[in-house]
């Protein structure tokens, strides 16, 4: 099962909210997810961005994909990247 980590629409028509959520992709974008990781809410100004980093941090180690949006809006909210694996240099990790 390939997992993303992405944003489900909620909210009302014009007013829209959005839950960063980590799910198959194979469900629906606003269907059933295994783990709501954040949320995000463009409406207000500045836009409030609230993720738990932590669990974003454990779906990437298991192999989950962010979307381009949730990877913006991750950087946003202050995401470094994963922390470089003991035992690896970064030449030998990119090559």
């Known amino acids: 099962m390939a997992t993303r980590i992405r944003l489900t629409r909620h909210g009302s028509k014009k007013h829209p909210f959005y839950r960063v959520v980590a799910a198959s992709t194979d469900a629906p974008r606003d269907g059933r997810f295994i783990e709501q990781l954040g949320h995000y809410d463009p409406i207000h100004n500045p836009a409030i961005i609230n993720l738990k980093l932590d ?8 192999g989950a994909v962010p979307t381009d949006t949730v990877a913006r809006l ?4 202050g995401w470094k990247g994963l922390p470089p694996v003991a035992g690896k240099s970064g030449a030998a990790a990119e090559g």
């Open 74 to 77: 991750m950087k946003k909210a």
């Open 55 to 62: 669990k974003i941090e454990t779906w990437v180690r298991r």
